[in-house]
């Protein structure tokens, strides 16, 4: 078991700045890769970013590529999602999200296997 918990999240304007933690605890020996999504009210949960916990190689969603950056501090067992130039449109609950086994797809939300409690999101003036 993997238990992970989310911290960060809060109101800002556009354009700026916030950061998301996750913090995992229990068989962290286990982690293949962590991620970060994201779902807003009356949507599908979505893809934000994720990182291979071996490789330490990084993926993200298109609308966040040059924005958002993934990072990993292996000593804390801890996951950060830095969000710059945030818009309206990533206003939304962000789940962390953890799995034990290697695959190559890593944004579909039925390929991770354990899940924080979520932080909400929310870019508004």
């Known amino acids: 078991q993997v238990q992970l918990v989310e911290s960060g999240g809060g109101l800002v304007q556009p354009g700026g700045s916030l950061r998301l933690s996750c913090a995992a605890s229990?068989?962290?020996?286990?982690?293949?890769?962590m991620g970060w999504f994201r779902q807003a009210p009356g949507k599908e949960r979505e893809f934000v970013a994720a990182?291979?916990?071996?490789?330490?190689?990084?993926y993200y969603a298109d609308s966040v590529k040059g924005r958002f950056t993934i990072s990993r501090v292996n000593a804390k067992n801890t996951v950060n999602l830095q969000m710059n130039s945030l818009k309206p449109e990533d206003t939304a609950n962000y789940y962390c999200?953890?799995?034990?086994?290697?695959?190559?797809?890593?944004?579909?939300?039925?390929?991770?296997?354990?899940w924080g409690q979520g932080t909400q999101v929310t870019v508004s003036s």
């Open positions: 229990g068989s962290i020996f286990r982690i293949n890769a």
């Open positions: 999200a953890s799995r034990t086994h290697y695959f190559s797809d890593y944004g579909s939300p039925r390929k991770y296997d354990y």
């Open positions: 990182v291979n916990w071996i490789s330490g190689l990084t």
